[in-house]
């Protein structure tokens, strides 16, 4: 029998989502389009995002310990060194994006079930310094939903450093089991699953949340 949202928020106290690829349209199908525009094999910018993932280029920016004029130099080289010539500040123009409205939907059932919710981002530049004109539309509505945002670019830790979700967890005043963490890349859900959060993989978002209903016991469509 499928619970109310009363009993289920017994079992889990938030739901945390992580930004682009989730709420905001996956930056690799960006990625994709721009490596075909520009001669470089499938997932060549991915595959150099992965590389040393804890201390690259990207790493670093996410971190603040570069900032864009610092990081274009590294990026730059890393492609080079990975045999391709790349743009590195039109590879960041590419994650503006556009929000998912069911995704949306699903945000505004999960409050209005009475569930905390929380934006987990790795982020270059804060949503509030982001430029206006590469902000997806709509983007500043859907963050004023989030209870609380997390940032690596204001907390200095990013996404996969299990440091981020304690501080998630704190800021919500929960513990990792009362959590359900939804991501588009695994190696970001590994560590929270490790905690103790119930973790979704975000490719499709329908199946993603089918298999959000199915845990929360509700809809939110």
């Known amino acids: 029998m499928t619970s109310s ?18 709420i905001l349209s996956s930056p690799f199908d960006a990625f994709a389009d721009y490596e075909r525009a520009n001669g470089l094999p499938e997932n060549f910018l ?13 790493a670093k920016l996410e971190r603040s310990e570069v900032d864009i004029e610092g990081f274009a130099p590294l990026f730059e080289a890393e492609a080079r060194a990975a045999g391709h010539k790349v743009d590195a500040r039109a590879v960041l123009a590419l994650l503006a994006g556009v929000i998912r409205p069911e995704m949306v939907r699903a945000l505004d059932a999960i409050r209005a079930a009475g569930l905390s919710t929380a934006c987990l981002t790795n982020n270059f530049v804060s949503f509030d310094d982001f430029p206006g004109e590469a902000r997806a539309p709509d983007r500043d509505e859907v963050l004023a939903r989030f209870d609380v945002i997390i940032e690596s670019s204001k907390i200095g830790v990013r996404k996969p450093d299990p440091r981020f979700y304690e501080i998630a967890c704190e800021t919500l005043g929960v513990v ?46």
């Open 5 to 22: 949202a009363a009993d289920v928020a017994s079992e889990y106290k938030a739901v945390l989502f992580d930004f682009g690829g989730v």
């Open 46 to 58: 991915r595959t150099i995002n992965a590389t040393n993932h804890t201390d690259n280029a990207w």
């Open 176 to 221: 990792p089991e009362e959590c359900v963490f939804l991501d588009d890349l695994g190696v970001n859900l590994k560590p929270a699953r490790a905690m103790g959060m119930t973790t979704i993989k975000v490719d499709d978002p329908a199946n993603a949340l089918a298999v959000l209903e199915a845990a929360l016991g509700f809809s939110v469509a």
